[in-house]
Nanobody
């Protein structure tokens, strides 16, 4: 059974930083495309950053380029999202996902429960 467990969310002021982690279990971790998605109240879920399983190639939505960094540690079965220069518009529930491709949430098969990120001005 595939499990994805996120942690690291919280409340910060604008300009601050957070690092999200996602521990995966129940499948061959380095065989899946993985990513971070977010959903703010009243908005659709959007792709934030994704990373290919073997090449490590990364993709980012335009609004986070230069501020967020996605990485994975295959030895620890863990996906990370380092977020810097946070803005109030980054406030959302952040989800870890596996088994899809690109930044398209509808393609991802496995999802975590989410971790809340709140950025105050």
């Amino acid at each position: 059974q595939v499990q994805l467990v996120e942690s690291g969310g919280g409340s910060v002021q604008a300009g601050g930083s957070l690092r999200l982690s996602c521990v995966a279990s129940g499948y061959r971790y380095n065989s899946y495309y993985m990513g971070w998605f977010r959903q703010a109240p009243g908005k659709e879920r959007e792709g934030v950053a994704t990373i290919e399983p073997t090449s490590g190639r990364t993709y980012y939505t335009d609004g986070v380029k230069g501020r967020f960094t996605v990485s994975r540690d295959n030895a620890k079965n863990t996906l990370y999202l380092q977020m810097t220069s946070l803005k109030p518009e980054d406030t959302a529930m952040y989800y870890c996902a596996a088994g899809g491709w690109s930044l398209r949430p509808e393609t991802f098969k496995y999802w975590g429960q989410g971790t809340q990120v709140t950025v105050s001005s």
